[in-house]
T-cell receptor
Framework: GENVEQHPSTLSVQEGDSAVIKCTYS??????FPWYKQELGKRPQLIID?????GEKKDQRIAVTLNKTAKHFSLHITETQPEDSAVYFC????????????FGGGTRVLVKP | NAGVTQTPKFQVLKTGQSMTLQCAQD?????MSWYRQDPGMGLRLIHY???????DQGEVPNGYNVSRSTTEDFPLRLLSAAPSQTSVYFC?????????????FGPGTRLTVL
């Protein structure tokens, strides 16, 4: 089955700096890659996603890039703010698996004011 | 819309006890799933369903049962609780029409097994 690895497990940045989280996946048939944000004590919520026919997608201060050849994708957060402090999860799925998502282990991001 | 709801929010069990975690959604989603979240291990899929009467196993199904008699409800049963099942459990749902659908998560149930 699919295996998703996520790095780093923790990330501390100064407010205003950029944060980058990287994920690798094992199943070359995976074609959908969502990112979820989970604030302390809350439920995960989708913040951005990318499909395999797209190399990059941006939504305000967040962007995701995908390299299908290398089987890795990354989340970029620019101009970080204290409210960006949370745990971020990447995930992957493939069409044949329906809606099943395989998640990475998560990255705890701390934005220091 | 209430979205995805879960009860209870917190539960403490003794080893060997059984219980049912409840999950309901009012968005008419065909797909529903259960995850457990343990520190450093992300979210792992326990069981899932693509519609009423259809269930299947995920990555970590042992010790859990599910059923899907209605579109709205997807209860998770712990048959004989073990300390290894101490975790936070999330239910999630989405449309099935194509697999790029956002999965909506419930608020979670924090379970402790003593």
């Amino acid at each position: 089955g699919e295996n998703v690895e996520q790095h780093p497990s923790t990330l501390s940045v100064q407010e205003g700096d950029s944060a980058v989280i990287k994920c690798t996946y094992s199943d070359s048939a995976s074609n959908y890659f969502p990112w979820y944000k989970q604030e302390l004590g809350k439920r995960p919520q989708l913040i951005i996603d990318i499909r395999s026919n797209v190399g990059e997608k941006k939504d305000q201060r967040i962007a995701v890039t995908l390299n299908k050849t290398a089987k890795h994708f990354s989340l970029h957060i620019t101009e970080t703010q204290p409210e960006d402090s949370a745990v971020y999860f990447c995930a992957a799925s493939r069409r044949a698996a329906g809606n099943k998502l395989t998640f990475g282990g998560g990255t705890r991001v701390l934005v220091k004011p | 819309n209430a979205g995805v709801t879960q009860t209870p929010k917190f539960q403490v069990l003794k080893t060997g006890q059984s219980m049912t975690l409840q999950c309901a959604q009012d968005m008419n989603h065909e797909y529903m799933s259960w995850y457990r979240q343990d520190p450093g291990m992300g979210l792992r899929l326990i069981h899932y369903s693509v519609g009423a009467g259809i269930t299947d196993q995920g990555e970590v199904p042992n010790g859990y049962n599910v059923s899907r008699s209605t579109t709205e409800d997807f209860p998770l049963r712990l048959l004989s609780a073990a300390p290894s099942q101490t975790s936070v459990y999330f239910c999630a749902s989405s449309y099935v029409a194509h697999h790029y659908n956002e999965q909506f998560f419930g608020p979670g149930t924090r379970l402790t097994v003593l």
